[in-house]
């Protein structure tokens, strides 16, 4: 015991300033004994308190016509679909434990889909965000191995699609992978549970696993930078079950379905304290816990291991207390531990007894976010980097086009994923309906609805290196881009905002800058933020000097197609479909791929953007969806023309035949990734039509050329077939995996 008293006094020291210490006392009245200690350095940590966030994310625009629950009111946020039905979204990350142990990638599955639950909807749809370091690395190609597998392991287990995703590699994370993972689930709208205790004398019941004594403080280590003075810090890994979560998710539906739940929240970081404290505040309530009736898997554990052990496959759950009985009876035949660990009171105190010793006594409020939980707004200064443009003029010609071409398909951030996604269920209950219908978003049916949901990810750290405003703006414009080329009309935004040590003015600035930037784009837009986390110390300190990750605001985007018959794939249809490109392309090769891979320029402005003509474009395009006047729609990004014009080739072993225009050098046409640019495909019969609207529109337009049967043709000039673009295109991940 005497060990663990002094980890715990570590801890303390670690996860509490002088300042916060101090102010504890003042908001208590009175010192604070060790066990309460730390409950506030878990409770005031960055994971859970977001003292450094929340004052720019409370400002982010959340409220909209199709919004039933808010960000920030519950443990995700729920959207309108159809009728009875309602989608409930979660954005997280798990960045700390997947550095330090990649195969704890599969905690942050279980994690975000456990999120689902307690809002009662059932998970389906998964989509994965990860950034790792130069894949030239022997030791960075196995930690990508190691986290695709523990994904796998969880979702495939759980019976969950993933659906899409985003796969980056730059050498800022070489030390810190990241791990942002986007959910959503369908629940009724009359099953919708809160995670607020509603009445005094309801019943505190621990449903799931027996308690580890993992993840102790896990909250706190996630809010600190990697150094080799904090290795003690590391907490127990946590292992994930996905069978044991399966069969608590179809428990705990059966229960909801019952009517028996009055209020549940996810055993998460902070463990059944933050579960307790969190549920009790939002619901004006108070708590008492008993130590004792918490089940365990070993004896050895504390009261503070107990209650702050992040134990995997676990719920909190509020319950009448006539209704016991039922739910003890549906537990017994899944076979899942349930223990009855505490009671609602209604005098707003965190009571923990152990032998009817009283551990602690506070009030719910002094530990929570919006409560006693410090708000910080810290001091930020503008790095002052030169923002450099670079044009096409300012580079050398490469010369030989072709090899550039078989260069990009190839370079890592822009070949085929298919590799990695073969390693993970993309069909499990046959609602992904992109497996047969590629399109720039992930697309589910809905049972009972002819309402499709379509979902995207989207963020390019090297937008937002020098521009963290602007880059952040591109993110969220083709993230939601992304689903009108699908059909679709974007209706909520989810963000993870992964940045490095807020306490530095220059990560602050950035990180201020990009939540702005997402403030204006979303309210332009009518697009409110439905979910969103922030990671903060995403930094790695080594002998006298700290590594960090690149500002890595990621975009998850949520849209409805009205119909099946709206659904549009990237996937040319037809030899002799006319290809057109909306929107302009210019000589600007600003923050492009092509800059950084062929001539090693990284360090540049954002591309240009304008945020009321990617509006206009966006409209445009869902018009011509609409109206059946384009075959496929397929944005411009990564990589730029070339690059999406041979994945719209792809799926039907189709080529082009295209012409470059005059007063754009050829490299930054096909290279270039200037924004708000679609390409589509147009049938004969179409043509008359979609040109009458698009002169109507005034809108930029370049006629590109036409479908062939497999040769790729720029200028006239033989760029070789689509079969050999295939096979390079789909193979070179798993080349370089290979070594």
Known sequence: MGNRNEIHQQQISAFLTSDER??????????????????????????????????????????????????????????????????????????????????????????????????????????????????????????????????????????????GGEILFDDSYAYNPLLNLMAVGLVKKDRIITASFKKKGDQVVLIGRKTSGSGVHGAGFASTPFSGNTKHLVPETQLADPHSGKILCDSLMEMNEAGLISAMQDVGAGGVLCAASEMAFRGSRGVRIDVDSIPVMREDLDPIDILLSQSQEQMLI????????????????????????????????????????????????SLVRGGGAPVYIRDMKDPGRKVVKVSADEVPFPGRLKEVARTMIVHPNIASRRDIYEQFDTMAGLSNMGAFFPSDAGVLSIPGSKKLIALSVDGNSRYVRREPRKGTMIAVAEAARNIVCSGGKPVALANGLNFGDPGDLRVYHDFTESVKGIRLISEKMQVPVIAGNVSLNNV??????????????????????????????????????????????????????????????????????????????????????????????HDVSLGGLFVALVECCLPNNLGFDITSPAEVRTDAFLFGESQSRIVVSVSENAETAFLDFMIEQKFPLSALGHVTKQELRIDDSSFGFITDYARDFENALGKLMEG
Request: charged share 25%; aromatic share 6%.
């Open 22 to 163: 101090y102010s504890i006392d003042t908001l208590l009245g009175r010192k604070p004994n060790d066990f309460e200690l730390n409950m506030f350095a878990a409770m005031w940590s960055e994971h859970i308190s977001y003292k450094s966030s929340v004052r720019w994310i409370e400002d982010l625009p959340v409220k909209g016509p199709n919004i039933l629950v808010q960000a920030g009111d519950e443990n995700a946020g729920v959207i309108d679909i159809d009728g009875d039905l309602a989608c409930v979204i979660k954005m997280e990350s798990h960045n700390h434990p997947t550095a330090v142990n990649p195969g704890e990638a599969a905690v942050g599955v279980g994690n975000i889909h456990r999120d689902l639950v307690a809002m009662g909807a059932r998970p389906v749809a998964q989509l994965n965000i990860l950034r790792f370091g130069d894949l030239r690395d022997p030791k960075i190609r196995e930690s990508v191995k190691s986290v695709v597998r523990a994904l796998g392991s969880y979702s495939n287990s759980f019976g969950v699609p993933v659906v």
């Open 318 to 365: 509020s319950i009448s207390p006539g209704n016991l009985a039922r739910l003890r009876e549906i537990a017994g035949k899944w076979e899942i531990m349930h223990a009855t660990i505490g009671e609602v009171t209604d005098d707003g105190k965190l009571v923990v007894v152990q032998d009817e010793d009283k551990l602690c006594d506070l009030p719910v409020a």
């Open 540 to 633: 790695t300190r080594r002998d006298q000097t700290s590594v960090s990750v690149q500002p890595t605001p990621v975009i998850g985007m949520v849209g409805i197609i009205e119909n099946q018959e709206d659904m549009t794939s990237i996937s040319f249809r037809s030899k002799g479909d006319m290809i057109y490109m909306l929107g302009r392309s210019s000589n600007d090769l600003s923050g492009s791929e092509y800059l950084a891979a062929i001539h090693l320029v990284e360090e540049t402005a954002a591309p240009e953007f304008d945020l009321d003509y990617e509006m206009q474009l966006q409209q445009i395009m869902q018009t011509l969806i609409r109206d059946g006047l384009v075959r496929s729609a």
